[in-house]
């Protein structure tokens, strides 16, 4: 069975053709990084209009990479939130228009769903085979940071998720802060590698709970950030950037805000598999491409981790047709009348 994968949530343009759910054929990724960096984050209005610019030739370039034609789909899949508003219309059009001029069924689906079934696409066994279910879920991504029990497939219950900012938008505010531009995950991570010391940065632990909270530490380092003269994204600019001593410190701070975030996120995951008793963790969402997490969660973990390759963390269209793969197989019904629904949450079991 072959199913066309289209996700254009936020700033990502992106089409897949999966094969019988697992096995990918293409999936073709056109990233706005470049022009959303210059206003230091994703402009709306801007995603929207460079989804349109790009999706026809994204959709071609997916189908010549996987050597199929149109004709040979036997499924459109499409996200349908949560996301932004705009950019999610232009996926979930398109994926109109194909699904009705070849006749094939169009599904409308979760992106968050999408992320954690991420991992179904690694060659070897899959999660459930690896870990089996119960398994806990930690999605981060830029706009979500959630733990959530998964009993079976498509049977999830939402055990906590962050008060305020997501772990990623949290990495980008503290990249903004720090001058380090945009995405700030990727450029956090890279200043973080370059640290002798590590600046402490506070926790905030939610205790009793299985939530998150990001904006006191944001307002933390803020506060050192200043302090110590390195605020240089904001109020501090120096065109002629930091001197030696100023990166040091910087990338001290950085090093620190990185350790707070991932320390917090493991912590929880393992007190959620403490809780319900879960066979193992799977990691999922753009932030789950950090490398320091990844090597923290894999080395302290009591239970199997399964993290998938930093290419299908971050958004991608083959994780929207390995989720509609699944939901087809438990015989999820097609929808020509699918409608963009930006606040989308889980479907809870
Ligand atoms: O899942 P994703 O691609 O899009 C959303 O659904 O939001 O996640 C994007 C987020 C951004 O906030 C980005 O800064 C973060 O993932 N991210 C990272 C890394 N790569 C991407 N955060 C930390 N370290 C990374 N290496
Ligand atoms: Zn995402």
């Known amino acids: 069975m072959l199913v066309l994968g289209i996700e254009t949530s936020c700033d990502e343009t992106a089409v897949a053709v999966l094969r019988d759910g697992r096995e990918i054929l293409s999936n073709v990724i056109s990233s706005q990084v470049e022009v959303h960096a210059r206003y230091g984050g994703v402009v709306p209005e801007v995603a929207s209009r460079q989804h349109m610019l790009a ?38 059009n398109y ?37 089996g279910f119960p398994m806990v879920c930690l999605l981060v991504s830029g706009g979500h940071t959630e733990l959530v029990l998964m009993r079976g497939h498509g049977d999830y219950q939402l055990l906590g998720s962050t008060r305020d900012d997501a772990a990623g938008e949290a990495f980008d505010k503290a990249a903004r802060v720090l001058g380090l531009g945009y995405p ?28 998150f909270s990001f904006s006191g530490l944001k307002t933390a380092l803020l506060n050192k950030a200043r302090d110590q003269n390195v605020a240089v994204g904001l109020d501090q600019g120096r065109p002629e950037g930091l001197d030696e001593a100023g990166e040091e410190r910087r990338n001290a701070l950085a090093a620190g805000f990185q350790e707070a975030v991932v320390d917090v996120l493991v912590t929880k995951a393992f007190e959620a598999v403490e809780q319900h008793s879960a066979r193992g963790i799977i990691v999922g969402g ?27 963390c971050t958004d991608n269209g083959a994780m929207i047709a390995t989720v509609a793969f699944y939901g087809i197989q438990r015989g999820l019904q097609p929808d020509m009348a699918v409608d963009a629904n930006p606040r989308q949450g889980f479907q809870q079991g």
């Open 55 to 92: 999706i026809t030739p994204i959709y071609r370039a997916a189908l010549a990479e996987a050597g199929v034609a149109p004709n040979d789909l036997d499924a459109i899949a499409v996200t349908a939130g949560p996301g932004l508003a705009g950019s999610l219309l232009v996926g979930v």
């Open 95 to 131: 994926a109109k228009g194909i699904a009705l001029g070849l006749g094939a069924p169009l599904y409308g689906m979760n992106h968050l769903e999408g992320h954690m079934y991420a991992g179904w696409l690694e060659d070897g066994p899959t999660p459930e085979e690896a870990i």
């Open 184 to 211: 700030g995950g990727p450029a956090i991570q890279k200043t973080a590698e370059l640290a002798t010391r590590i600046e402490p940065l506070p926790r905030a632990w939610m205790r009793g709970t299985l939530e």
């Open 286 to 312: 753009g932030v789950s491409a950090n490398a320091s997490l990844r090597a923290t969660i894999q080395a302290k973990s009591p239970v199997p981790v399964a993290i998938p390759r930093p290419v299908l």
